[in-house]
Structures are given as structure tokens and as C-alpha cells.
């Protein structure tokens, strides 16, 4: 099984600020890296796939990096609607998730 | 636009069975693969199951095979889990996700749309 390992596990900063979120996986997952956002109460939103692709209305200051082992999320400046929890996932070897990055009001 | 309905949950004492349904709408539903994806309480996201757009195609997560079956309806647009022999920590909230590639291997894509979930609680 592929392990994500997130870091931090809790990033706190202030509106407009950017945000920068870790993802590490045991193996590579080549490209094969999502990050989802899940707010208090509702289902998961898809932000990126592939590592670096938008989904389909996701604005633009979410952007995704990385390959192999080594992923990145960013928020260029943050709103006050993204403070929420950031999950990245991998589907190269069946589907895990990692552990969750809570991104909170400073 | 995309909806996802799921529905069925409830509290059932270990042992015992039980069958969510996912009512989609907003899109052809035969065209993609669909999935389970669970949430503990407090907890991290857990895929649970996965079946191809024409449910030819089925795969379990270790922690639910051989006691979960996942199946589909085309003709009514439904999903659905049968879930057996439940335990305490099947407890959770359970997801369905529609993928996101059109007629795709269901194990080469993501979780495009979530519906909002339906809580299952095992207890005696």
C-alpha cells in the first residue's frame, strides 16, 4: 500500500497570505496525485488532478506541483472561504489518502 | 448540474447488514465509474469500493472484501452497497464519488463529485 505522509498538519495564517501544503508518498505515484478541500460538514471538492491540473471551476491561485514522491499544493493568497482541510490522494497502485493539512484562521 | 443522493444510513448492531443507495442525477450515469469513499468520525477519507461504468468491473478495499458488494442500475441511475457483517469500525460516513474519465478503467481516475453522505453507525 502507498503511504501519503501531509505536512504540516495544521498550517495557521491570515487571509491574503499564501499557503503552502506537503504531500509525500512511500513510493512514486508518478503524476497520479489529487488534492481534495473539505469544509465542516460536506463532501470533499476535487481542486486538483493529475498533480498539477485544475478541476473544473477551481479559480486559479490553487496550483499543484511535483512527481514521483514529492507533491505540493499552494494557495497564492488565501480567502476567507479556503480555510478548510486539504487531503492529497494518489491512484497509481488503488486509491489512499493522506492524513489531511487543516489550513485555520491565524 | 452533477447531484448525488445517497441514502440508507442509519445505526445497526455489529453483526447485522445493511444497503446504502447513491441517486444520481445531472449527468449519463452509464458513461462512468462510480465509487464508495467513507469518513470515521473525526477521521481521514477511506476509499471503500469501486465499480465500472457498465459494472463489469468491481475492486474492494482489504478492510471490506468479502463483506461488502458494490452494484449499480443503469436503467435507474443508481448506486449502491451492500454491506455485511458490519463492525464497530465500519462506522462512518459514507461517500459515493462519481469518477472523472468517460467509459475509463475505474482504477485510473479521481473523485470528480461527491454527493453530501449518509451516516452508518455500528452499535449495539
Known amino acids: 500500500e502507498i503511504v501519503l505522509t501531509q505536512s504540516p498538519a495544521t498550517l495557521s495564517l491570515s487571509p491574503g497570505e499564501r499557503a503552502t501544503l506537503s504531500c509525500r508518498a512511500s513510493q512514486s505515484v508518478s503524476n497520479y496525485l489529487a488534492w481534495y478541500q473539505q469544509k465542516p460538514g460536506q463532501a470533499p471538492r476535487l481542486l486538483i488532478y493529475?498533480?498539477?491540473n485544475r478541476a473544473t471551476g477551481i479559480p486559479a491561485r490553487f496550483s499543484g506541483s511535483g512527481s514521483g514522491t514529492d507533491f505540493t499544493l499552494t494557495i497564492s493568497s488565501l480567502e476567507p472561504e479556503d480555510f478548510a482541510v486539504y487531503y492529497c490522494?494518489?491512484?497509481?497502485?488503488?486509491?489512499?489518502f493522506g492524513p489531511g493539512t487543516k489550513v485555520d484562521i491565524k | 448540474q452533477v447531484q448525488l443522493v445517497e441514502s440508507g444510513g442509519g445505526v445497526v448492531q455489529p453483526g447485522r447488514s445493511l444497503r446504502l443507495s447513491c441517486a444520481a442525477s445531472?449527468?449519463?450515469?452509464?458513461?462512468?465509474?462510480m465509487h464508495w469513499v467513507r469518513q470515521a468520525p473525526g477521521k481521514g477519507l477511506e476509499w471503500v469500493a469501486v465499480i465500472s461504468y457498465d459494472g463489469s468491473n468491481k475492486y474492494y478495499a482489504d478492510s471490506v472484501k468479502g463483506r461488502f458488494t458494490i452494484s449499480r442500475d443503469n436503467s435507474k441511475n443508481t448506486l449502491y452497497l451492500q454491506m455485511n457483517t458490519l463492525r464497530a469500525a465500519d462506522t462512518a460516513v459514507y461517500f459515493c464519488?462519481?469518477?472523472?474519465?468517460?467509459?475509463?478503467?475505474?482504477?485510473?481516475?479521481?473523485?470528480?463529485?461527491w454527493g453530501q453522505g449518509t451516516l452508518v453507525t455500528v452499535s449495539s
Open positions: 493529475d498533480a498539477s
Open positions: 445531472g449527468f449519463t450515469f452509464s458513461n462512468y465509474g
Open positions: 464519488a462519481k469518477g472523472n474519465v468517460i467509459t475509463g478503467p475505474p482504477m485510473a481516475e479521481y473523485f470528480q463529485h
Open positions: 490522494q494518489q491512484r497509481s497502485n488503488w486509491f489512499t
